[in-house]
């Protein structure tokens, strides 16, 4: 089983601020098969990035993701108030075929 | 814009059996290329893909999970289901449907919380 561990659990910051959340895979996951997602409290996730890098349709540019391997990072560059939210990495391809990571709570220091 | 909304009891009795259902509006079940998916989240925790089934019916389901999950699709309705079974208070959980493309999921429902107690 591929085991995504995100980093660091809580990240206690100021709006304007630069947020790297880490995701690391305890197998090799191919780029294309990796995707973020952002959480606020009492809804559903939704779509971020996705093939590791790829901005989903309508989210904004200064989100942005990165790596390869078993190392991925997720970038904003300047915290806006609406991105202070819980954000989860996902895998998919090995078995078993699709998990999660923990979640990074990004929170207002 | 698809559409999916969760429906089904929030109260299940162990050992009974978890039923849910994802109507999908604004897009079709029968489209190909999408994986119907379900995924929940126990209060305060991480989340976890319970599997997923095509709209010609072949599914693949979380090996943790697969000896108690069903799922099936009814195109007619433009609908998928879930059954969970037998079910513990583990199993207490906010389930959430999601379209899946390629590798990610692009649309989710809102999601429903299920509570197992006696």
């Known amino acids: 089983e591929v085991v995504l561990t995100q980093s660091p659990g809580t990240l206690s910051l100021s709006p304007g601020e630069r947020a790297t959340l880490s995701c690391r895979a305890s197998?090799?996951?191919?780029?294309?098969?990796l995707a973020w997602y952002q959480q606020q409290p009492g809804q559903a996730p939704r779509l971020l990035i996705y093939g590791a890098s790829s901005r989903a349709t309508g989210i904004p540019d200064r989100f942005s993701g990165s790596g390869s391997g078993t190392d991925f990072t997720l970038t904003i560059s300047r915290l806006e108030p609406e991105d202070f939210a819980v954000y989860h990495c996902?895998?998919?391809?090995?078995?078993?075929?699709?998990?999660f990571g923990g979640g990074t709570k990004v929170e207002i220091k | 814009q698809v559409q999916l909304q969760e429906s089904g009891p929030g109260l299940v009795k162990p050992p009974e059996t978890l039923s849910l259902t994802c109507t999908v509006s604004?897009?079709?079940?029968?489209?190909?290329?999408?994986?119907w998916n379900w995924i929940r989240q126990s209060p305060g925790k991480g989340l976890e893909w319970i599997g997923y089934?095509?709209?010609?019916?072949?599914?693949n389901y979380n090996p943790s999970l697969k000896s108690r999950v069903t799922m099936s699709v009814d195109t007619s309705k433009n609908q998928f289901s879930l059954k969970l079974s037998p079910v513990t208070a583990a199993d207490t959980a906010v389930y959430y449907c999601?379209?899946?493309?390629?590798?990610?999921?692009?649309?989710w429902g809102q999601g429903t919380l299920v509570t197992v107690s006696s």
């Open positions: 089934i095509s709209h010609s019916g072949s599914t």
């Open positions: 996902q895998q998919y391809g090995m078995s078993p075929v699709l998990t």
């Open positions: 999601a379209r899946m493309t390629s590798s990610w999921f692009d649309s």
């Open positions: 604004g897009g079709s079940v029968s489209s190909g290329g999408y994986y």
């Open positions: 197998q090799s996951v191919r780029s294309s098969y």
